[in-house]
């Protein structure tokens, strides 16, 4: 009977073992975005309110049009990869009126979630699967989730800029 018992055992801890590396893509994945969204919530907090209107020049975004741009691109390309149905269309984001801080950072922080919680649905098999994103790129959905990955970064990097002009001081670098 302890023969059984320890063999059930180990049974259930390879296989618990197994189901928990088979799913660390998609942990690793969801590790990253959850830094990013803290890592963009430090440029939403360091931002004072009125710089959220800033625009360095008449024809670029003000700093909350970028920080809305960069989550209609998270809305949009996550939901086209994992199928989760996004809660706003595509460009709904940047059309808000209220581009207030405490708004675009509920908006931003919102976006960040639907990333995180769509991802962490996805199993490892999915993560290679191919898509058409947008009806034309052909890749697999882990490089199109890379690449909504590195959308978000460039348009945050963007943003230090605006920080700085506004008289404060960007947040430190969050690699890990």
């Not at 994992?82 to 706003?88: L, R």
């Not at 405490?102 to 639907?114: C, E, P, R, T, W």
Request: with cysteine; charged share 25%.
């Amino acid at each position: 009977m302890k023969a059984i018992n320890f063999f059930a055992t180990l049974c259930f801890l390879l296989s618990t073992f197994h189901f928990a590396q088979a799913q660390k893509p998609v942990n690793d994945i969801v590790k990253e975005w959850e830094r990013a969204k803290a890592y963009t919530k430090e440029y939403l907090d360091t931002m004072p309110e009125p710089g959220y209107a800033l625009k360095p020049t008449p024809e670029m975004r003000s700093f909350a049009e970028q920080m809305l741009h960069l989550t209609d691109a998270n809305y949009g390309i996550i939901s086209a990869v994992t199928g989760e149905k996004s809660p706003i269309g595509m460009g709904e984001s940047e059309k808000v009126t209220d581009k207030s801080k405490a708004n675009v950072s509920m908006l931003v922080i919102a976006g960040y979630d639907f990333v995180i919680n769509s991802i962490k649905k996805m199993t490892p098999a999915q993560l290679k699967e191919n898509i058409k994103l947008f009806g034309r790129f052909e890749l697999t959905k882990e490089a199109a989730i890379a690449k909504c990955f590195e959308h978000q970064t460039h348009h945050r990097g963007q943003t230090t800029v605006y920080i700085r002009l506004a008289g404060a001081k960007p947040p430190a670098e969050k690699l890990f």
